[in-house]
Every structure is written in C-alpha cells, then in structure tokens.
C-alpha cells in the first residue's frame, strides 16, 4: 500500500475530468481499508470506485481511496439458484459477462453499466426493465466509525428508484466492500418486453433467446445509443427520469399529448428524461469540447479536455430549461464532487 502525492484522477473517472488529488491510494483489501481510516494522518478522505457515476468539478484536497478489491466466490448453489458474492472493485460489466458464461441469470439486461460491483447497489443501477434489487442478496460495508464489516439485507438497503440507503441515512457512514447476488440456475426468467430489446432480438433472428443472448441484444442496443468512455468522456445516463403526478402529466399532455411515459403506480407517472431533453432542443448540442451526445440526450459529454464545472454549468442550463417548458424537475443521476 502506497500513497502517492498530487496524482491526475484523470484516468479514474469515465468522465476523463483531469483534476488532481493531493493524496492517493489503491487499497486491496479490507485490511488496507481498515488501515487507511484507523490512521490520523490523513484527516480529510474521499472514496473512489469505478469513477462512472461522478463528476469532478474542482481538486480533491484530500486522500482519495481508489477501492480496488478484487475476487468472487459461490456462497450456496441449488438446482435453481446460486449466491455469488463479488469483491467491490470488480468490474460491473465484467462481472456481468462472467455470470453469464457461467449459465447464471438475473443480470444480462444490466450489461454493458459503466463502474464497479460496489457502487452498484448505491444507485440501485436499471436498465431495461430490471433494477439491481432484482437480483441482490445482501452486502456487506465498513462502518466508518466503528470500523467494523456490517452485513446489509435487501430490505435494510431500503432500495427505490436509483436511490437506497447509502444515497440517504447511511451515505457517507458506509464503505461496501462486497455484494452477494442470487442468481438463477435453471429456468431463467427472462426481460425482453422493455425498451428495444424485442426488436433487437427479431434483427438477430432470436425467437427463443437464452439469457447470454438478451445479453448480446441490450449491449448492442448500448452500443448503438450510447458512447464508450474510453473514447469519448461520460457518465452514462446523467439524468434520472422523472417521476410525476398523473395530474401533472395530464397538464403535460396538453402541450405535448404524445408525451412518451410509463405508469409507476395508479398516481404516478414516469416520463424519459431523454425525450425531454431532447424535445427541448439539446440532442447534439455542443459547447466547445464539452455537450450532449447526438444519439442519446441523457448523455453529458467530455469531447476533448472539458472542465468539469463546464459540464456542471451545461447541466443545470438543462434543467432550468426543462423546468421552463415542461414545469418538471429533473435530478442528476450523477454524484457531483
């Protein structure tokens, strides 16, 4: 375990925002982790993971931990489920592939998700039709204070949409360090009726897909929409979608009855963020290195070397905007340090 000094987070956020920690380190294990909070010398600490769901607007003028524990192990395994726990730092989507490789289901609609195993259950991570909740065991995390490994069940995570309790009562209080799923062995249920993923499978000439094949249909409808952060600078989805009243969807409808939307419940409807984004006029829009991708208007961009609070000012210009037109309140998705 070493700690460096003035080190470019650069290349530790998708968003390739280049501001500088005045102290870092690449903790491997629980003991390091332990270690590194136990000590007095570095009073001020931020936590990093897979640097996909943040935006860095300024320096770090403090220890940044990047969390970098590695390994999986089978828990319990069934004729129809296993429980599979993955150390934090695993990569999500590779985690994801090799779930699949291994015949286990649950996870093949949240393919290609940029960041880490660990950061996972924070956001409760979605997509096409399926929430990581769907899926979770439990975790466990370090209590900050006590500096003790805590084990949390799915209902102590307190899971909603992309919120749970680490993004309230526990945030800043909890460092996971693992996340145990159950995935199914046999008999895999399968998500295929949200979003294009239909569509995708009928181009493929699928008409009875297997879980790795749903896999290969959601990544190649990321691919298509969305930008890989090895090329071009992003965060994913920067917005979450909204949640309205029905009354206030029916004032919508007025201006805009073709108003894409989804029903959450009997007094609640959700309407993509990116339709709304993109009715306002921002799909494609560029300032300079920085904008809103041409495929997809729920995606931020770093084009070549963009600041940070550059893609913080774009941010707020769109949601002040949609507020305007709309009367509808969009949060960012993304954490912004």
């Known amino acids: 375990m070493q700690i460096l000094d003035n080190i470019s987070l650069k290349p530790y956020n998708t968003f390739g925002i280049d501001v500088k920690a005045k102290h870092f380190v690449s903790i491997n294990s629980v003991e390091e982790l332990k270690a590194i909070y136990s000590s007095k010398e570095y009073p001020s600490k931020f936590i990093l993971g897979g640097g996909s769901n943040m935006l860095l607007t300024k320096d770090v003028n403090a220890l940044v931990i990047h969390l970098d524990l590695k390994g999986k192990t089978i828990v319990s395994k069934t004729d129809n489920y296993v429980l599979i726990e993955s150390q ?14 291994n015949n286990y289901g649950g996870l093949e609609n949240l ?27 439990s975790c466990a995390a370090l209590n900050l204070e006590t500096l003790v490994i805590e084990n949390f069940t799915k209902e102590e995570c307190d899971f909603g949409y992309r919120n749970s309790i680490f993004k309230q009562k526990a945030k800043g209080k909890y460092i996971i360090t693992s996340v145990t799923f159950k ?3 046999s008999n895999h249920t399968l998500h295929t009726n949200y979003g294009a993923i239909t569509a995708q499978l009928e181009k493929n000439n699928i008409t009875n897909p297997t879980i790795q094949e749903v896999s290969k249909a959601v990544i190649a409808i990321r691919e298509s929409k969305l930008p890989n952060p090895k090329e071009i600078g992003n965060s994913g989805s920067f917005f979450k979608n909204p949640v309205i009243t029905t009354d206030a969807f029916k004032a919508l409808q007025i201006n805009f009855p073709d108003a894409p939307h989804y029903i959450v419940s009997e007094n ?10 993109e009715t306002a006029g921002f799909k494609g829009k560029t300032f300079g290195n920085y904008g809103v991708h041409k495929k997809q208007a729920l995606v931020l961009v770093n084009y070549d070397d963009a600041k940070g609070k550059d893609i913080l000012k774009l941010s707020k210009l769109i949601q002040n905007t949609i507020y305007r037109i ?3 309140s969009i949060e960012a998705e993304v954490n912004i340090f």
């Open 88 to 101: 934090a730092g695993e990569n999500w989507h590779d985690f994801v592939q090799w779930t699949l490789k």
């Open 111 to 137: 393919s290609l998700i940029p960041g880490n195993v660990g950061t996972s259950p924070i956001q409760n991570i979605g997509a096409y039709g399926v929430e990581l909740k769907d899926t979770f065991y």
């Open 183 to 185: 995935l199914s062995t």
């Open 268 to 277: 609640e409807i959700k309407v993509p963020a990116g339709w709304l984004i």
């Open 326 to 328: 709309f009367n509808i």
